[in-house]
């Protein structure tokens, strides 16, 4: 059996499941319809609902009980049957779940108004009735499903508590009924729900976006004392030909999960409009910052203190690549791997940039979670019919330990010495649904571990008889949505050996100022700064509102869309690319430039570096 859903929930980052009264909408029962008697009379259809998303990843899975009170149910004249409409709910739930996951009885808000009051004391009654019976079917928790009220949440929340006994209960609010124009208003909250002698408290029903900036300071607020639930909606709702719809897709719910997740969101899922598609890429995402081993970083005295321990080949002495480091200002390009078998345009633009000066490339491995050829091959394949340095990503997101240690001694035997150590993307949905993530480490975790083959050791500290001669690359982001978060695992990279670190494309001269000066308690490293050039005005729109940790100012996007012609504004992003470039190589710490191709074109990196005043010669 399964650990309490408390102990559970304070321990570790759950995924709970969407929404289950949409689901029932789209399935062709409109709202005119009592929800809860499904229960009894269309159970296939709730057990359907609730096996996606089992089959999705959930690790919490919610009884359809939402409005199943005596009040509500008198109403649809089916009052005489709350006990079995109840337990039957919850019994759906839990023969999906099994004994692996958690059940949640849903207990809504009872409507009142002007028009139609329900006395104070029958609503309390009624929520009273309503957590009877889902505690005699055998909830794991108590939901107070997305009130509208603080003030009728503080009544459901009071009477359920007497009859609860150890039953945790999660009481939440609608995001949009908060007054978050009130300043102060996480601390205010929290202090309120304290007193209600809760240790949960949950945001439902809001678009992730106005969702994300609030879950830091309510987290912070609460200390510790209340573990914070996120459940967005699946964006705005639209109306398309008469039906209400959520168009919000997959992976941007899933984006939003982990940013719910690396703010301190201890339990994640979704409300209307979210899907078992969604919640399944909520899952995969979750997994890049949930790993299954947790890095914690050895200092550099312990490793060099183990038995059979060797002292790392000076930098300099790895690889060209690692011997220009910090010595001039270096420039890589990305290279894109090849959609298909034929490597020939990947070599070809390697060999383009390598006559023009360009010091490294760098190979992606699997750039967005797709299954392309591998960049350890095309790598040596580019070493060999080139011969410009290489520098290799890894990512943890396909191989677990083992892989991952193979991969590297092989690559090591092989001559390909530079590496960029990340995360990764996980797998996207719609592409390979059936692609499964590892993440048996993160970022930080590989570049401990990478670092001690450079030490001679290998993943479990065992001596390898010879040692690797990694350089070892980080990634950062000077623009992420938690730039306390990206500071803090900058500094995990640096502390756990990271040698050098290349950042997301910047458009914003401030944001990067920003960062270094966050960073200037760290070990300096050599600092590549992310180059971009826009390739038009459609280009910057996409990468500002679609993509997460991209910032690109309004100034720059105007910029982009006075320019009149499709030529002119690939022209106007090589002149906003060399102007952020040439500013940013006036900072100290920057040492270098990553530049990526707008679209492939390798010659627009050149006009970027002339116009940047930066030479390169071949």
């Known amino acids: 059996m399964v650990e309490p859903f408390i102990d559970a929930v304070f321990d570790r980052v759950l995924l709970a499941d969407g929404g289950m009264s949409m689901e029932i909408y789209r399935r062709g029962f409109f709202v005119n319809r009592c929800y809860d008697q499904l229960n009894l009379t269309n159970p296939e259809i709730i057990q359907e609902i609730h096996a996606s998303y089992v089959s999705a ?26 006990e079995e409409i109840n337990r039957r709910g919850v019994e759906l739930a839990r023969e999906a779940a099994g004994d692996s996951l958690y059940v949640a009885g849903s207990i809504g808000p009872i409507p009142t108004s002007d028009e139609k009051p329900v006395p104070e004391d029958e609503r309390r009654a009624g929520y009273v009735e309503h957590a009877k019976a889902l505690i005699a079917a055998g909830v794991d928790v108590l939901i107070l499903d997305t009130f509208l009220s603080l003030d009728e949440l503080e009544l459901a929340c009071a009477a359920v508590r007497e009859i609860a ?19 102060g208003w996480h601390a205010g909250l929290v202090d309120r729900v304290k007193g209600w002698g809760v240790k949960l408290l949950g945001l439902h029903g809001g678009d992730a976006q106005d969702m994300v900036d609030a879950v830091s300071p309510l987290v912070k607020a609460a200390a510790g004392s209340l573990r914070i639930s996120v459940m967005p909606s699946a964006g705005r709702c639209r109306e398309v030909e008469g039906r209400l719809l959520y168009l919000a897709s997959p992976e941007f719910m899933a984006e939003y999960a982990r940013r719910f997740a690396q703010r301190g969101a201890g339990m994640i899922g979704g409300n209307a409009g979210v899907d078992a598609p969604m919640i399944k890429e909520m899952a995969s995402f979750l997994r890049s910052i949930q790993p299954r081993s947790r890095a914690v970083v050895i200092e550099h005295r312990r ?70 050829m591998s960049p350890t091959a095309l790598a040596l394949l580019i070493r060999e019919q080139v011969g410009i340095e290489p520098i290799v990503h ?4 396909d191989r677990n330990l083992l892989a991952l240690q193979m991969d590297l001694i092989s690559a090591n035997s092989l001559g390909l010495r530079n590496l960029m150590l990340i995360t990764g993307d996980p797998p996207k949905m719609g592409i390979y649904p059936d692609a499964t993530a590892v993440f048996d480490l993160d970022a930080i975790g590989l570049v401990q ?23 070892l690359g980080v990634g950062c ?19 756990a050996g990271a040698e050098y670190v290349f950042s997301q494309p910047v458009y914003d001269p401030e944001l990067l100022r920003n960062f270094l000066k966050r960073i200037e308690h760290v070990k300096p490293i050599p600092f590549f700064v992310g180059i971009l050039p826009l390739a038009s005005y459609r280009n910057a729109e996409f990468l500002h509102t679609q993509v997460p940790g991209m910032q690109v100012p309004e100034e720059i996007r105007e910029r982009m869309r006075k320019s009149p012609t499709k030529e002119s504004q690939r022209e106007e992003g090589i002149a906003i690319a060399a102007e952020a470039l040439g500013e940013a190589k006036t900072y100290p710490q920057i040492k270098g430039a990553y530049v990526f191709p707008p679209f492939g074109r390798y010659e627009s990196i050149l006009d970027v570096l002339e116009k940047a005043g930066i030479t390169v010669s071949a």
């Open 165 to 183: 006994g150890d039953t945790p209960i999660l009481p939440t609010i609608s995001f949009d009924a908060l007054d978050r124009a009130q300043s």
């Open 449 to 471: 571990n990478v670092n001690l083959l450079n030490h001679g050791l290998d993943f479990a500290r065992r001596p390898l008889k010879g040692q690797s001669r990694f350089v």
């Open 57 to 82: 990843g959930a690790d919490l899975i919610t009884a359809n009980t939402f409005g199943a009170n005596p009040i509500q149910l008198n109403s649809f004249g089916f009052a005489d049957k709350l």
């Open 303 to 372: 490793i060099e203190e183990a038995d059979e321990s060797m002292t790392p080949v000076p930098l300099k002495e790895r690889s060209r690549f690692g011997a220009l480091l910090g010595e001039k200002f270096g420039v890589s390009v990305e290279i894109d791997l090849p959609k298909g078998l034929n490597p020939e345009k990947s070599i070809q633009g390697a060999k383009f940039l390598h006559e023009h000066g360009i010091d490294a490339i760098n190979i992606a491995d699997g750039p967005r979670a797709s299954g392309r």
């Open 394 to 397: 890894v990512c943890c997101r």
């Open 477 to 495: 982001n000077p623009g992420a949505a938690d730039i306390d978060l990206e500071v803090k695992r900058y500094a995990m990279k640096v502390e």
